[in-house]
């Protein structure tokens, strides 16, 4: 496979646009459903609502689930309860930048290439001990990053010197200061390192180990419930007979779920049978924080998920103004939230990523729930129906100052080539019936 380019580092100019286009932060949450309310549908079937306005609807659903301690190893791709604050300064004491010779600077104030001055070589520091005091007129072996010993007041790197036996030529000036990193030049003691609500990072780790943490408080993982529906699934690694498909959603959503934080209670492949639906629906309301299903959310004889979600608990949201993935149920199963994705795999795959993704972040206290997006123009025409917001599948390269974005392929919405091929998804915004070559739009990174 070929490699993709390195389009990931944005031009000084490029930075997510305005609010359409920006990266989504957590929405405060509102009041839903009364508690007694056994069946809720507050909208009429037929309306079209905004993808913003529907993902708002799920966010208000949802709610942070609480915190728990974790060991720093365990801790990547968790989600911050709480700040990390620095145990100490950092660094803790005066230490060097290079490697060389800690001098006063008084000593070489005189110091020149053709006119070296020339220290007595004295002790050594080194990383991880104790620093010997600085003897004058001497120059102090040092190391980087070791400590800075009294007396001494710069560093002069070993390539500006020349060593001969137990005399030390000095070819240049120092500045008071020079190489030495000072004691909390990095962070002060007491200065939050790492803020509640950061999703955490390799380096982000680093950060909370630096600043003296072995563990950290962490947002409890959400437990998702995966339902599949459909008489025609049969599980990867079969081979389906002719009017048989593989069951794709089931590992994709599972991945999908972990990689947003959350943990798979159980993942359910149900019968295109009301009754069945009705006992699936309970079984994962019991076990979950969140339930999220695919298929059977259309307008189908068989399709039996809304009105089931809408018999156990309510129904908010039905249909969504976007392409793929119109048909969306979001609402509750009792007091579970749920979220109902087409059935199509790229439909899935696009829905998931825009609001599912979101919910289980903001169950624990993420800031950020939605990839990053990026101004970019389009490389390739698309035809897009302009009552919809479309997203599509796209590759991405840098032009100069311009990220572009041209297709991945097919835009099917049971055409996954395309979309493992994606680095993003290009919002065409509702109202743009032709994008042409050139158009403007945000590309959201697929995570």
């Not at 009429?44 to 609480?66: I, K, M, Q, Y």
């Not at 924080?289 to 998920?305: K, Q, R, T």
Request: charged content about 20%; glycine content about 10%.
């Amino acid at each position: 496979m070929a490699q993709r380019p390195d389009w990931s580092r944005p031009a000084a100019a490029a930075r997510p646009e305005g609010p359409r286009h920006r990266e989504l932060r957590r929405q405060p949450r509102r009041p839903c459903f009364d508690d007694g309310a056994m069946v809720s549908v507050t909208r009429t079937p037929t309306t079209l609502v905004s993808v913003d306005e529907a993902r708002r609807t799920l966010l208000g659903l949802v709610s942070p689930l609480g915190a728990e301690d974790v060991a720093l190893d365990e801790a990547l791709g968790r989600v911050l309860a709480e700040d990390v604050v620095a145990a100490t300064d950092l660094p803790g004491i005066d230490n060097s930048a290079m490697d060389g010779y800690a001098v006063a600077s008084r000593d070489v104030s005189r110091a020149r290439s053709d006119a070296p001055v020339i220290l007595a070589l004295g002790a050594e520091s080194r990383a991880g001990h104790p620093p010997p005091p600085h003897q004058p007129r001497t120059a102090t072996v040092i190391t980087t990053g070791a400590p800075v010993p009294s007396g001494a007041d710069a560093v002069v790197p070993v390539e500006d010197t020349l060593r001969t036996g137990r005399r030390v030529q000095i070819r240049t000036v120092p500045v008071t200061g020079a190489y030495v990193r000072r004691r909390g030049h990095d962070v002060r003691q007491g200065t939050v390192v790492a803020s509640a609500g950061t999703r955490l990072r390799s380096v982000d780790i680093g950060v909370c180990a630096a600043a003296g943490r072995a563990q950290v408080s962490v947002a409890v993982r959400p437990r998702v419930a995966l339902l599949s529906s459909g008489d025609e699934l049969v599980p990867p690694g079969s081979t389906p007979l002719p009017h048989q498909v593989t069951d794709v959603n089931s590992s994709m959503l599972a991945a999908a779920v972990r990689e947003a934080g959350g943990c798979v209670t159980h993942t359910d492949v149900i019968a295109d049978d009301r009754s069945a639906v009705t006992s699936a629906l309970i079984r994962a309301g019991e076990r979950a924080d969140l339930i999220v299903s695919s298929a059977g959310v259309s307008m189908g004889g068989h399709d039996h998920l809304r009105e089931c979600v809408a018999a156990l608990g309510a129904v908010d949201v039905w249909k969504v103004a976007m392409r793929p993935g119109k048909p969306i149920v979001i609402g509750r199963v009792v007091k579970t939230p749920f979220i109902g994705l087409p059935g199509n795999p790229v439909s899935s795959a696009v829905t998931f990523l825009l609001f599912a993704r979101a919910a289980i972040l903001a169950m624990q206290g993420a800031e950020e729930l939605q990839p990053p997006v990026f101004p970019a123009i389009l490389g390739d025409s698309f035809h897009t129906p302009a009552h919809l917001e479309t997203y599509v599948r796209v590759r991405l390269r840098r032009d100069g100052k311009n990220l572009v974005a041209t297709s991945s392929g097919g835009q099917g919405s049971d055409m996954m080539h395309a979309l493992s091929g994606a680095d993003a998804l290009a919002l065409i915004p509702a109202g743009l019936a032709e994008a042409m070559v050139g158009t403007p739009v945000g590309v959201m990174v697929l995570p």
